[in-house]
């Protein structure tokens, strides 16, 4: 894991950088940890973390100096001055005020760089995947599918939304997640108009849609689908609803490739279901990153300019909810390579009748 050397290859401005947020030390370091901070110099790097975690941190950490953590701040200014650096650049995106105040109040000395600086480098980084990253974030699909594809033969009439959501976590925790991705959602019937509804103590009855939003997490890498089935037999505009997401699904995943930008993604989902009279029913974004967190960058969505790049993975998710009656997503998760894309989601997506 070399990402600490390549952290001074995507930023400059400062001439060390301070990382203390969850994830971007567990992305740095290898290490989770709920404590700890990484000092970054262009030369060298290290982490600081207190007993409850030192022995650890030994054993696991092997791109950062690790140091016992007894005062932080003096230890911080010691290294600091050992490496002659006049400026730090802290993460905006997670670094509270409080604690901004508290390192504007000891390192007096230091210019403190409070721009999106360092955050952007940071998360222009964590959005393109490597190998390793790509085995976890396929294993935690793949324990996801298997538990969704078991879930099938529990569903039915008389089964409540509350019971299917606890039975699909017992079954990703039964094959190997850590944990699951976020609270899974499971609605059915007229609460499918919600996109992220709360599972109820509310019974499936026949020719209802059950709408499942869920993912596994490997070795801290989340996974994120959804699928939409009908218990018994759906109406036609349900079905026709069905199909039309299905189509604006494909359609996007057809064109993601690198150098589309994620509002151009979003709109060719978009058009499909805006030209067949829906337009108003699909309120939110295409799709968004997957990684450490279940929502990180890049995104899809009208306002996303930006481009997309190859190593990137992107949901791609677009719904139809017609409020009072009833609701359909479609879920996979694509990562973009060199000239189109790989389906993360393996498991098929053609309607179910239950």
């Known amino acids: 894991m070399d990402r600490l050397k390549k952290l001074f290859e995507n930023f400059s401005g400062a001439d060390c950088a301070l990382i203390t947020s969850d994830i971007n030390r567990r992305y740095f370091t290898g290490m989770k940890s709920s404590a700890g901070t990484v000092l970054v110099f262009p030369d060298k790097a290290y982490l600081l973390i207190d007993f409850r975690y030192i022995e650890k941190a030994r054993e696991t950490v092997s791109d950062a100096e690790v140091i016992e953590q007894k005062k932080l701040y003096p230890q911080i200014m010691e290294l600091v001055k050992r490496h002659g650096a006049k400026t730090m650049a802290i993460e905006s995106e997670t670094m509270t005020v409080r604690e901004l105040n508290a390192y504007r109040h000891f390192f007096r000395e230091l210019d403190i760089d409070d721009s999106d600086a360092l955050s952007n480098a940071i998360n222009a980084m964590r959005s393109v995947k490597d190998e390793e990253e790509l085995l976890c974030i396929r294993k935690a699909q793949e324990i996801a599918e298997k538990a969704y594809g078991e879930l099938l033969n529990f569903l039915r009439a008389g089964v409540t939304e509350r019971q299917a959501a606890l039975e699909l976590n017992r079954l990703m925790f039964e094959y190997g997640a850590e944990d699951i991705s976020f609270d ?60 039309i997401v299905l189509e604006a699904q494909l359609a996007a995943i057809e064109a993601a490739r690198p150098g589309i930008t994620g509002c151009e993604l979003d709109g060719i989902a978009r058009k499909i279901i805006e030209n067949s009279g829906y337009g108003e029913c699909f309120g939110h974004s295409l799709g968004h990153g997957v990684g450490l967190e279940i929502h990180e960058k890049p995104n899809a969505s009208p306002n996303y300019a930006a481009v997309l790049k190859k190593g990137e993975i992107i949901t791609v998710e677009p719904g139809i909810y017609i409020a009072g009656k009833f609701g359909v997503r479609i879920e996979d998760f694509v990562i973009l390579t060199e000239n189109g894309c790989d389906n993360l989601t393996k498991c098929a997506k053609n309607i179910i009748y239950l």
């Open 184 to 243: 899974t959602i499971v609605l059915s019937g007229a609460n499918t108009s919600m996109p992220h509804g709360v599972p109820s103590d509310k019974p499936m009855t026949d020719g209802e849609f059950v709408l499942m939003d869920f993912g596994a997490v490997w070795n801290g890498y989340h996974s994120d689908m959804t699928r939409t089935v009908c218990i018994g037999k759906p109406t036609d505009e349900m079905e026709r609803v069905y199909n």
